[in-house]
């Protein structure tokens, strides 16, 4: 396998089902679009290895990838609590100087999606900068520090396929390509709230990856393969 040829493909789940009991399973129009994206990597790939977070619903997008291989699964890749910051932060919106929403806001997630979106790079700032402590979340850091062993670990599966999958989260991907590509926390927080589903990210790298290897972006949050309209979705 040529060195130039590895790849990284960071593939965002498909949609939850946000404001009901269990955001974890992906809604009708996350089945549609995790058959696109599924649809569309199977023609775009002959093989590659693969992996995903242990969440539902990076498993029922990835289970539309199985034409790829097998999907093994990494805890590492599973994504923070968003709702768990944001109850947090507006616990001490005044402190934050947050603009915050009533406490309804929590309860109808759908109806305030803008404007959690819009609020949601400066809770991750205090978070990441320790002005917000979140006990269901624990530190930034350790976040952090677990996503880039994520990496590593998919480093390391360059020796199977020139190409590696990730199905996983906006926060995941967005601290993964940051940190790969050398990119400051401003810009990972942009991108964390930005990441349409089932969106495709892909990196690649000059060298082998575990041996200092230069990363470069070849897509970066494309949905080329969803037809626009109703499946182009941030949550």
């Not at 569309?40 to 619903?57: N, P, S, Y």
């Amino acid at each position: 396998m040529s060195e130039s040829n590895r790849r990284l493909l960071l593939v965002r789940h498909a949609q939850g089902s946000l404001g009901t009991d269990d955001y974890d399973r992906l809604s009708k129009i996350g089945f549609r679009q995790a058959e696109h994206v599924g649809r569309h990597l199977e023609a775009e790939i002959e093989t590659a290895a693969m992996v995903r977070g242990e969440l539902k619903r990076h498993r029922q997008t990835a289970d539309y990838l199985g034409a790829l291989g097998a999907c093994r699964t990494d805890p590492d890749l599973n994504e923070y609590r968003v709702d768990g910051l944001l109850e947090a932060a507006f616990l001490r919106a005044d402190e934050l100087a947050l603009d915050a929403p009533g406490p309804a806001a929590l309860a109808d997630p759908v109806a305030y999606l803008e404007t959690f979106l819009a609020l949601f790079p400066r809770v991750l700032e205090a978070w990441q900068t320790e002005r917000l402590d979140c006990s269901v979340n624990g530190r930034w850091s350790a976040f952090s520090q677990r996503v880039d062993a994520a990496g590593r670990r998919m480093s390391l599966m360059f020796d199977e396929a020139g190409t590696v999958v990730a199905v996983t989260s906006a926060g995941v991907i967005s601290t993964l390509a940051a940190s790969l590509l050398g990119h400051d926390l401003a810009w990972q927080r942009q991108l964390n709230v930005t990441l349409y589903n089932a969106s495709i990210t892909e990196l690649r790298v000059d060298g082998h990856p575990t041996d200092s290897g230069r990363w470069s972006v070849s897509r970066l949050n494309c949905v080329a393969h969803l037809p626009p309209g109703e499946l182009h979705t941030l949550a």
